[in-house]
């Protein structure tokens, strides 16, 4: 499933600048390619033999993820994202958040692993922004390991047990140098950093979510 696996790893990436404040440079623009994006992902999945019914349910959870984003997003600027809902336009629809558990659900008990590893990164990525949804960290909790993303710091983590000094402990312990106050300079050398970190994301978000397709 490498062609759907693109497009699962395109739309995470979405998410990702999203939840970075990403700049949206044209709301109707942007919903239209994210629709675009998500025909393209039931397409590949098609492709893929995946059951028609796997692969609605699988998008429609995309299109729910990405709507809760940019809503909660657009929330902090004062905007309705309402009126660009990609559920609504990909299936005329406005569900409770309620239906996101049950559809998730759903998915682990019909589809087939790959679809399910899938819909398990959506779910984990939407539980950030419903913490209170009792249901789906249900859901979450039972899944199997093997279904479940390991982040890779985490991976790398390793347990180092100390071997136990045989020396006495009253040796003297070697003085530490005085670690000098940061110049000025410096100081306004990580400031300009932060800036120009912040300047690239501006720009990439303007040059990436105008052209997720």
């Not at 539980?127 to 960290?137: A, R």
Request: aromatic share 8%; hydrophobic share 40%.
């Amino acid at each position: 499933m490498v062609e759907s696996y693109s497009y699962i790893k395109k739309i995470i990436s979405i998410d990702t600048l999203l939840s970075f404040d990403g700049v949206i440079p044209s709301f109707s623009d942007f919903q239209h390619k994210a629709v675009l994006l998500i025909r393209k992902l039931q397409r590949s999945l098609k492709k893929e033999n995946v059951e028609e019914a796997d692969i609605q349910r699988l998008c429609w959870l995309i299109a729910s993820l990405l709507d809760k984003r940019t809503a909660t997003r657009m929330e902090h600027n004062l905007y309705n994202w309402s009126d660009y809902s990609l559920e609504h336009a990909l299936y005329g629809t406005r569900s409770d958040k309620a239906h996101f558990a049950k559809t998730f659900n759903e998915v682990l008990e019909t589809a087939c692993q790959p679809v399910k590893r899938y819909a398990c990164r959506i779910a984990l990525i939407y539980s950030t922004l419903t913490p209170q949804d009792q249901e789906l960290l249900e859901a979450l909790s039972s899944i199997p390991a093997e279904l479940t993303p390991v982040p890779a710091a985490a991976s790398m983590e390793r347990t180092v047990s100390l071997p136990q000094s045989k020396e006495q402990p009253n040796k003297a312990l070697p003085v530490l140098p005085v670690r000098k106050p940061l110049p000025n300079f410096t100081k306004l050398a990580e400031g300009a950093g932060l800036f120009v970190a912040l300047l690239v994301l501006w720009i990439l978000s303007i040059y990436y979510l105008g052209s997720i397709v």
